[in-house]
């Protein structure tokens, strides 16, 4: 039973626009969430996280979104560049990861056309 | 270089071979973690390290799995004979001690048992 889901495979942007990627978790003791960026042949590189007493954190072009009542949180880029294309990890953690291991969705490809 | 790197990148091995993955981490991070990533999925975890101790490895597969890392350091994640199901991409992720895991992931080591 999958704990952090990604429930769209795949995401296609135009450059310039706004991209959205969902990630939907079910138990609730998770209280820290990442995101990372994956390029082919690469490891994933942390993007941003969000901890559970926040619901917004943004990074320049990366906005993290919490809704914890629906066990809900989102990454929006603004603007889309080309070179976001990737595919993006959402994962969590409890008890602020002090154990260590991050639980991650299947992922999400994102493409982002010139 | 100050990223996580992994040796060998690519491994074939023939079914009933032992394999030996290894990870340098980050110089002075404490925790170091392993994961195992089939295609198509997000990385799911192995075991995790704080320094030297091996704090959970509730994630190995099997008994043909073991990992360890005796300084603190460099880390080893050893398959015994290896069977094709082994076949994924291992990661490892090292990060500083603290409440917030913010891990740092090599580029991994694609396994092939054939």
């Known amino acids: 039973d999958q704990q952090v889901k990604q429930n769209s495979p795949s995401l296609s942007v135009q450059e310039g626009r706004i991209s959205i990627l969902n990630c939907d978790y079910t138990n609730s003791m998770f209280d820290y969430f990442l995101w990372y960026k994956k390029y082919p042949a690469e490891g994933p590189t942390f993007l941003i996280s969000i901890s559970s007493i926040k619901d917004k954190n943004e990074d320049g072009r990366f906005t993290v979104f919490l809704n914890k009542s629906a066990k809900h949180l989102s990454l929006h880029i603004v603007p889309s560049q080309p070179g976001d294309s990737a595919v993006y990890f959402c994962?969590?953690?409890?008890?602020?990861?002090?154990?260590?291991?991050?639980?991650f969705g299947k992922g999400t490809k994102l493409s982002v056309k010139p | 270089g100050a990223g996580v790197s992994q040796s060998p990148r690519y491994k074939v091995a023939k079914r009933g071979q032992d394999v030996a993955l290894r990870c340098d981490p980050i110089?002075?991070?404490?925790?170091l973690f392993w994961y195992q990533q089939a295609l198509g999925q997000g990385p799911e975890f192995l075991t995790y390290?704080?320094?030297?101790?091996?704090?959970?490895k509730s994630g190995l597969p099997s008994d043909r799995f073991f990992a360890e890392r005796p300084e603190g350091s460099v880390s080893t994640l050893k398959i015994q004979r290896t069977q094709q199901e082994d076949s994924a991409v291992y990661l490892c992720?090292?990060?500083?001690?603290?409440?917030?895991?913010?891990?740092?992931f090599g580029p991994g080591t694609r396994l092939t048992v054939l």
């Open positions: 110089s002075g991070h404490v925790s």
């Open positions: 994962a969590a953690s409890e008890s602020g990861g002090s154990q260590g291991n991050l639980i």
């Open positions: 390290f704080q320094n030297e101790a091996q704090l959970d």
């Open positions: 992720a090292s990060g500083a001690s603290g409440i917030y895991n913010e891990q740092f």
